[in-house]
């Protein structure tokens, strides 16, 4: 059984920071793409960050400069380090994991975690 583990979410004030972690279980991690993603009220959820398996990262013009997505294979868990906070970034916050080679068919998600940024 697949699990994605989010943790780190939380309430910060605007120029704050977070890191947000999340553990999978169940898959082969090191040959997932894995990925942030996030959702505010009203709005789709979009991409934030992802690191492929082979170590490239990318990110939404939103988040450049400001957040940093990491893993740690030997772990399993994937992060995101959030600065320079501001209320726009306020949404829940899920991971994913894809491999590629399966077109979807192997694609996973988190439970979320709601990061609010206000003062």
């Known amino acids: 059984q697949v699990q994605l583990v989010e943790s780190g979410g939380g309430l910060v004030q605007p120029g704050g920071s977070l890191r947000l972690s999340c553990t999978a279980s169940?898959?082969?991690?090191?040959?997932?793409?894995m990925a942030w993603y996030r959702q505010a009220p009203g709005k789709q959820r979009e991409l934030v960050a992802s690191?492929?398996?082979?170590?490239?990262?990318t990110y939404a013009d939103s988040a450049k400069g400001r957040f940093t997505i990491s893993r740690d294979n030997a772990k399993n868990t994937v992060f995101l380090q959030m600065n320079s906070l501001k209320p726009e970034d306020t949404a829940v916050y899920y991971c994913?994991?894809?491999?590629?080679?399966?077109?979807?068919?192997?694609?996973?998600w988190g439970q979320g975690t709601q990061v609010t940024v206000s003062s």
């Open positions: 690191f492929s398996r082979g170590g490239t990262t």
């Open positions: 994913n994991a894809d491999d590629p080679r399966y077109y979807g068919r192997k694609n996973y």
């Open positions: 169940g898959i082969t991690f090191s040959t997932y793409v």
